[in-house]
């Protein structure tokens, strides 16, 4: 069975502060996916990384896909109230794109 | 345009009986995955529909959980003489179709308690 751990499991922070979410396994992944969700809500894609090393960029936030393709990190700067959520990290193996999903991570940002 | 559509979004029921959990995919979209996700936690995968294929019925916990999908659009998700801990939002999820990093679109989910 794939696992794919994150860490911290709960993060509170207040806005502006920086913030580093860890997702690994010991299962090599074709390609990683983050997400973030929202109370009553499901999963919205955040980015996908595909090659290992790759790091990508999205206005404050930016992920990387580790050499070996076991682990991802996202990273937040300056994190704000709207950054609050469930955030997700998913391997995906094979042809058939099935997610397996992390452990999650729970973030809070207060003013 | 229309989003994942999933029905009841509550469900209480009681031990031993029956239910059904309906999706709506998004219109065109030929992949289609059911998901479980207990208490806030991280998503776990149940079964998988692409197109007129066999599904991916490798994650269902147990034989009294199954799943269709008529004419390529809706499924059902049945979960027989359900148990507490079958409690969990059950998340239906469509992608255009299965291939590698593409994105998978999310309904809200239907939030089951088994009293």
């Known amino acids: 069975t794939q696992l794919l751990e994150q860490s911290p499991q709960f993060l509170s922070i207040q806005e502006g502060e920086n913030l580093t979410v860890y997702c690994n396994s010991s299962s090599v992944f074709s390609s990683l996916q983050w997400y973030r969700q929202e109370p009553g809500e499901g999963p919205v894609l955040l980015v996908t990384?595909?090659?290992?090393?790759e790091v990508k960029k999205l206005k404050r936030l930016t992920f990387q896909f580790g050499d070996a393709r076991k682990d991802s990190s996202l990273h937040i700067t300056a994190a704000q109230p709207g950054d609050t959520g469930l955030y997700l990290c998913a391997g995906i193996t094979g042809t058939a794109s099935k997610l397996t999903f992390g452990t999650g991570t729970r973030l809070q940002v207060t003013l | 345009g229309a989003g994942v559509s999933q029905s009841p979004s509550n469900k209480v029921t009681e031990k031993g009986k029956d239910v059904e959990l309906r999706c709506d995919p998004i219109?065109?979209?030929?992949?289609l995955y059911w998901y479980r996700q207990s208490l806030g936690q991280g998503l776990e995968f149940l079964i998988y529909f692409q197109g007129n294929s066999a599904p991916d019925k490798s994650g269902l916990p147990s034989d009294r959980f199954s799943a269709e999908r008529t004419g390529g659009s809706v499924s059902t998700l049945t979960i027989q003489r359900t148990q507490q801990e079958d409690s969990a939002v059950y998340l239906c999820?469509?992608?255009?179709?299965?291939?590698?990093?593409?994105?998978?679109?999310f309904g809200p989910g239907t939030r089951l308690t088994v009293l």
């Open positions: 999820a469509s992608s255009p179709r299965a291939q590698i990093g593409n994105e998978q679109f």
């Open positions: 990384v595909v090659t290992g090393g």
């Open positions: 219109s065109g979209h030929t992949a």
